[in-house]
């Protein structure tokens, strides 16, 4: 079993929808969850960095930590072409004492106008 | 702008032979990353400086070497590239390690290898 899965998509939603985006994770160690959005042919860039579960909101992101269930979520609302991407969730293990980070394999969104 | 800049954006190079890319940061991390990414797969690290500290991952294979000559320089060296070595190569930073919350990593926009 991999430590972190995420549904590779593809997912095509229309814009103005709700997005919700999806990692489960194994290692019970994972401490903080972080969301990167990689545009095509660019790097990973930070979207949302969180620590504690329960909510977080930046704009029209959220992103949701349970911890209980070893399951994070990231939510797009109003969702627009521009936000058409693939989406990585992130995790570190702060007790590993390397912070290194360790990746779901990314949802690829495509918002259709 | 820019904070994690790497050259060239798209690299050609034949099979076997030798191949480098940079990557600069002007952000003053202690910290840096490489990986590879290959199509539809998560980033893979291969290594990491904390500050001139080396740290190889288990399972990069020896064909791959890294430099960090000074804090905003790294280098990554592939010695004989393979066909399986087409990928992304993706720098990140990040700060000092050790602190009581991680820093987060700031990636480049990779550099793009084709192996003929």
């Known amino acids: 079993q991999k430590e972190v899965e995420q549904d590779p998509g593809p997912l095509s939603v229309p814009e103005g929808a709700i997005v919700s985006l999806n990692c489960t994770y194994s290692n019970s160690a994972f401490q903080y969850f972080m969301w990167y959005r990689q545009y095509s042919r660019k790097g990973p860039e930070l979207l949302m960095y969180t620590y504690s579960s329960g909510n977080k909101e930046d704009g029209r992101f959220t992103a949701q930590v349970d911890k209980s269930s070893k399951y994070i979520s990231l939510f797009i609302r109003d969702s627009q072409p521009s936000d058409s991407a693939t989406y990585l969730c992130?995790?570190?293990?702060?007790?590993?004492?390397?912070?290194?980070?360790?990746f779901g394999k990314g949802t690829k969104l495509s918002v259709i106008p | 702008d820019a904070m994690v800049i790497q050259n060239p954006r798209y690299q050609v190079t034949q099979f076997g032979k030798p191949v480098t890319l940079s990557c600069s940061q002007t952000l003053n991390h202690n910290v840096m990353y490489w990986y590879q990414q290959k199509s539809s797969q998560a980033p893979k690290l291969l290594f990491h400086?904390?500050?001139?500290?080396?740290?190889n991952e288990a399972d990069t294979p020896d064909n791959f070497q890294s430099r960090r000559p000074n804090t905003s320089f790294c280098f990554l060296d592939i010695r004989s590239p393979g066909l399986g070595d087409a990928a992304m190569y993706l720098c990140?930073?990040?700060?000092?390690?050790?602190?009581?919350?991680?820093?987060?990593?700031?990636f480049g926009p990779g550099t793009r290898l084709l192996v003929l």
């Open positions: 990140a930073t990040s700060g000092m390690r050790g602190g009581a919350v991680p820093e987060t990593q700031y």
């Open positions: 992130a995790m570190i293990d702060s007790g590993a004492g390397s912070y290194q980070l360790t």
């Open positions: 400086y904390y500050d001139k500290d080396f740290n």
